[in-house]
């Protein structure tokens, strides 16, 4: 005998309420196998690369002291973690980097949103800092050194002034890319010249803004391997020379891996920083 209650259910289609929780629950399914899957692919091609140097370093195929193996890399970074000189290297190296970046990055970005505001400051000020923008930082190195000795300020600085042309250039482009109808209602709005930064041309310049940051980012970390090779008692620069002179290659290695990985992820916080602010563009995801 059929029970009533289960004959009356069988009519009756799941109200919209509570079908979203399953399309919820689906969506994030979807979301992280999509994850694990690229994550898969990503590592996959290091996977490979990493075995393969593992066979050729542990066979004698090539001279292990010229490539050691990856095994033998990180024994050494174990006893560098350890022995705590890792980190003192890369505490003053992270710091020489943040400042450099902040001082010519800020610079970069104000310069930029200036220059592009406004067509006399761009007359006076691009004409120069596009003369020094073709400069490269290799030749004005030892000016540097000779104004400001070999203490930090000098790295500091360096680091600075190759933090900036990024954030100067596409914050330019930026602003001049930004729809000219906006400006319109800005003035019938009666937004004076800051509030038309802050409130219009910043955000309509984000994406542009935002690569100069990734870009400025990239530039400050390779000045500062400029500047503590070419002078420093301590950092992961100075580590890496002092590795090489005395042909300790696992430190070497040790070394570039660590200005990869860092800089590896301070793009990727800048690319979260992106998907956070730019969440009304509908681009071409591929």
């Not at 979807?30 to 690229?38: A, E, H, I, L, S």
């Not at 050729?56 to 193996?69: E, K, L, Q």
């Not at 600085?157 to 602003?175: E, H, K, Q, R, S």
């Amino acid at each position: 005998m059929s029970n009533p209650a289960t004959e009356a259910l069988k009519g009756v289609t799941p109200s919209p309420a509570a079908s979203k929780p399953a399309a919820a629950v689906r969506v994030a399914r979807k979301k992280g196998d999509f994850k694990g899957r690229k994550l898969l692919m990503g590592s996959l091609l290091p996977l490979i690369i990493l075995g393969s140097w593992q066979y050729v370093s542990g066979t004698g195929i090539v001279d292990a002291m010229m490539f050691p193996a990856p095994s033998s890399i990180i024994k050494e970074f174990y006893e560098m973690i350890v022995s705590g000189e890792l980190f003192r290297h890369l505490e003053i190296s992270v710091l020489r980097a943040l400042l450099g970046f902040l001082l010519g990055g800020s610079l970069g970005l104000i310069f930029g949103l200036t220059v592009g505001m406004f067509s006399k400051v761009e007359e006076i000020v691009d004409p120069t800092v596009q003369m020094i923008r073709t400069v490269p930082l290799l030749a004005i190195t030892p000016l540097f050194i000779l104004w400001f000795g070999f203490g930090e300020t000098s790295k500091i600085l360096l680091i600075a002034l190759g933090a900036f042309f990024p954030l100067y250039v596409n914050t330019f482009l930026g602003v001049r890319n930004v729809d000219s109808k906006l400006f319109d209602v800005a003035r019938v709005l009666e937004f004076k010249k800051v509030n038309q930064m802050i409130r219009l041309v910043l955000p309509a310049a984000m994406p542009n803004v935002l690569l100069g940051l990734r870009l400025s980012i990239s530039i400050a970390w390779l000045v500062l391997v400029v500047a503590e090779l070419m002078g420093a008692d301590r950092g992961i620069g100075y580590l890496i020379q002092d590795a090489r002179s005395f042909m300790r290659t696992e430190v070497v290695f040790i070394g570039i891996i660590l200005f990869a990985a860092v800089g590896k992820l301070t793009d990727s916080l800048v690319r979260v920083l992106e998907r956070r602010l730019l969440k009304w563009r509908d681009s071409y995801k591929g």
